[in-house]
């Protein structure tokens, strides 16, 4: 038998930067893009592709923020508005660009309005639902809020 | 006796120690060098114990573990997964040992887990998802050994018509540029001896430098083609995702969809005049030939019909077609008509799947690529049919309201029975009801009981003339303002508009109407 609460004996503090440096890999380059006149940030790597001027595939019965999906080199992902999802009052997206993200367990988008830029943050800069960027703080965009309203909503009985 | 109560107490103590350290590992995966000193201990004991597969197993992790302390290695999501398939692999060896099945654990395939360690430490890019279904599809070797002759029989006759697909063709390509480029090794090499027996500096760099570039790149293709050939036999989806699928595609709303063939019974036209209401449902009265093949023994069905396009939204409001397009679809003892906007061809195609997040989703089961590499859903139609049942009478009413283009009733008013046989095909053709009267008086009878859109009378006719019947018309309070047109050698004086029967055209009669009702 082993005894484990021997082995533990690393400082706390180089484990933990360690750790955090592991889970962040080494892009640490931030997307800034907007929905209407809001902006978001979003890390790098979870990003899987920016895709313009695609055409949405209607599928029938989903709930209305589910605008349809995409064809991504013969891959459906399922399109996301944001908007429609919040029940804001002005939802349609004019310009056509979709934010697809890089997930294991799914694969859908965002419909978005622009790409603002990429930039990587000084550490400082970094929060844990923000950053902050030429003296503004932009939020950070929840990806799993979308996946879990979607398991949600479309494994809705009628 | 008491030999085998000193080898049993290695083994439980053995058990014990890797099921402690699998357990720390999924705990506090982060810990790296704790894990990493207790696995290695743990690694040997397992060689020890003469284990192999079980050493093999840590030996890989260790390595992980390794490049993880020495910041080669990110821990990422998807070696997090990769640790934890390995551990699960390790608890699955434990139950084997506990059990004394010790022989058949030799028998397991553990490469794809060493080979996506390896990747992991490479630094490569790797999909536990892969390594994740081969984990569902090992069986157990319990159930193995138990499993009827039958069984294995079918398993086998899987591989066989595994190894007749594509991807084994795509292998097969991997492995010709493969052993084309194991040529090229083995003239390097020969070049490399011939430098170096010359003593040739340069030339020895030179072929050195090829030799590594292509021993790297015959390895990516080893690789590659070792993916490949794992995710092959592993995937036990692949026939199933690339079966043909058939149907048809057929429009309603303005939107195109697939109606798989195996719930469609027939497909069929018919006249929205010639549906019947049967205790609020609309039917179409469906003939069902007979064996004998004679007509007065055909069964008719009353088959209820819906409009595909009433389950959506927003429905369109269309011009009524002259002959709705049904596809007669059942599904266990229920049949029902499904009136499309046009049922475009019947298809052959490839299904692919929805996006994870719609597995639970019914009424859609898959996507399907057309010419114009659209993609196309598939109705699932037995839950189709249940969000039929499932309209009220209300929905129904509305649906038609908003799309249901108003039909116009048209009373032909003249004696001659082929002049109104005439006339009456025209106008049928042309989208109206009609209605017949012989004369004055039987057209003044039916305008009391039904409110006509548009006359077409003539004007010498027995009984009552057109003239007389003009004016009775326009002293009805609901028929003030109905235009009448009057079919006739001379015009009429109240009559709203006059179409000569001596320059007789159908399309001067069509438009008349038209024009008179605003329909133009």
């Known amino acids: 038998m082993v005894d484990m609460s021997e082995n533990t004996a690393l400082p706390e503090n180089t484990n933990k930067a360690q750790i955090e440096?592991?889970?962040?890999?080494?892009?640490?380059?931030?997307?800034i893009f907007s929905i209407h006149s809001k902006r978001y940030a979003l890390k790098s790597t979870m990003i899987q592709e920016i895709m313009y001027d695609m055409r949405i595939h209607v599928i029938p019965f989903t709930p209305n923020y589910i605008e349809g999906v995409l064809n991504c080199r013969g891959v459906p992902y399922t399109v996301i508005n944001v908007l429609k999802l919040d029940n804001a009052e002005e939802s349609e997206i004019a310009e056509k660009v979709f934010l697809l993200f890089k997930r294991d367990?799914?694969?859908?988008?965002?419909?978005?309005?622009?790409?603002?830029?990429?930039?990587?943050?000084?550490?400082?800069?970094?929060?844990e639902d923000k950053i902050k960027y030429k003296l503004k703080y932009i939020p950070l965009f929840d990806v799993d809020r979308l996946e879990d309203a979607m398991c949600r909503d479309l494994g809705k009985e009628e | 006796m008491n030999d085998d109560v000193i080898l049993d107490n290695p083994v439980q103590c053995y058990l014990d120690e890797t099921r402690s350290l699998i357990s720390y590992i999924r705990k506090s995966p982060e810990e790296y060098y704790s894990i990493l000193r207790t696995l290695s201990m743990t690694k040997d004991n397992s060689h020890m114990m003469g284990y192999e597969s079980v050493y093999k197993l840590y030996k890989a992790l260790e390595d992980v573990y390794k490049a993880l302390c020495d910041d080669k290695l990110s821990f990422s999501k998807n070696l997090k997964t990769l640790i934890n398939l390995v551990l699960d692999?390790?608890?699955?060896?434990?139950?084997?040992?506990?059990?004394?099945?010790?022989?058949?654990?030799?028998?397991?395939?553990?490469?794809?887990?060493?080979?996506?360690?390896?990747k992991a430490?490479?630094?490569?890019?790797f999909e536990p998802k892969h390594l994740l279904k081969l984990t569902k599809s090992i069986p157990k070797t319990k159930k193995r050994r138990k499993a009827p002759a039958k069984k294995i029989d079918k398993e086998q006759k899987d591989e066989i018509l595994k190894i007749s697909s594509l991807k084994i063709a795509r292998n097969i390509t991997i492995h010709e540029e493969m052993i084309a480029r194991s040529y090229i090794i083995n003239n390097q090499v020969s070049m490399l001896k011939a430098a170096i027996a010359d003593n040739d500096m340069r030339g020895i760099k030179e072929a050195c430098k090829l030799l590594a570039n292509d021993t790297q790149n015959l390895q990516n293709s080893l690789r590659m083609s070792h993916e490949n050939l794992v995710n092959l036999m592993q995937d036990d989806t692949f026939l199933i995702n690339h079966q043909d699928h058939h149907g048809f595609f057929v429009?309603?709303?303005?939107?195109?969809?697939?109606?798989?063939?195996?719930?469609?019974?027939?497909?069929?036209?018919?006249?929205?005049?010639?549906?019947?209401?049967?205790?609020?449902?609309?039917?179409?009265?469906?003939?069902?030939?007979?064996?004998?093949?004679?007509?007065?023994?055909?069964?008719?069905?009353?088959?209820?019909?819906?409009?595909?396009?009433?389950?959506?939204?927003?429905?369109?409001?269309?011009?009524?077609?002259?002959?709705?397009?049904i596809l007669i679809v059942d599904y266990q003892t229920q049949r029902i008509g499904i009136i499309v906007d046009s049922v475009q061809k019947f298809v052959s195609v490839i299904k692919k799947n929805m996006p994870p997040a719609f597995a639970k989703f019914k009424a859609v089961s898959g996507l399907v690529f057309d010419e114009k590499y659209d993609m196309i859903p598939i109705l699932n139609i037995p839950e189709i049919m249940r969000r039929f049942r499932s309209l009220r009478g209300y929905d129904v009413k509305k649906f038609e309201a908003i799309t249901k283009k108003h039909?116009?009733?048209?009373?032909?008013?003249?004696?001659?029975?082929?002049?109104?046989?005439?006339?009456?095909?025209?106008?049928?053709?042309?989208?109206?009801?009609?209605?017949?009267?012989?004369?004055?008086?039987d057209a003044i009878e039916k305008m009391k009981h039904k409110q006509f859109d548009l006359i077409?009378?003539?004007?010498?006719?027995?009984?009552?003339?057109?003239?007389?019947?003009?004016?009775?018309v326009r002293r009805m309070e609901n028929y003030k303002n109905v235009p009448v047109v009057v079919m006739a050698d001379t015009p009429l004086e109240k009559a709203d508009a006059f179409v000569s029967k001596a320059d007789f055209s159908r399309e001067k009669l069509i438009n008349t109407i038209k024009r008179m009702l605003k329909d133009e």
């Open chain 1, 105 to 127: 367990d799914d694969q859908f988008c965002i419909h978005i309005s622009n790409i603002e830029v990429f930039f990587e943050p000084e550490e400082d800069d970094i929060f």
């Open chain 2, 456 to 472: 077409l009378c003539d004007d010498d006719m027995p009984r009552m003339d057109g003239k007389i019947f003009l004016d009775n």
């Open chain 1, 21 to 31: 440096k592991l889970y962040n890999g080494n892009d640490s380059s931030y997307l």
């Open chain 2, 121 to 125: 430490v490479a630094g490569e890019i």
């Open chain 2, 407 to 441: 039909i116009n009733k048209i009373l032909i008013v003249d004696d001659s029975s082929t002049t109104r046989q005439i006339e009456h095909t025209i106008l049928m053709a042309n989208n109206f009801n009609v209605d017949e009267a012989g004369d004055g008086i």
């Open chain 2, 89 to 118: 692999k390790l608890v699955f060896f434990c139950e084997m040992i506990d059990s004394g099945s010790t022989e058949d654990m030799e028998n397991e395939n553990i490469k794809p887990y060493l080979l996506y360690c390896d």
């Open chain 2, 251 to 325: 429009t309603a709303n303005d939107s195109k969809y697939m109606i798989p063939s195996e719930y469609i019974y027939d497909v069929i036209c018919e006249s929205p005049l010639n549906y019947e209401v049967v205790q609020n449902q609309k039917v179409t009265n469906y003939v069902i030939e007979s064996e004998t093949g004679i007509k007065e023994d055909a069964e008719i069905e009353q088959i209820p019909v819906y409009s595909l396009s009433s389950l959506f939204p927003d429905q369109k409001a269309k011009s009524l077609n002259v002959l709705d397009t």
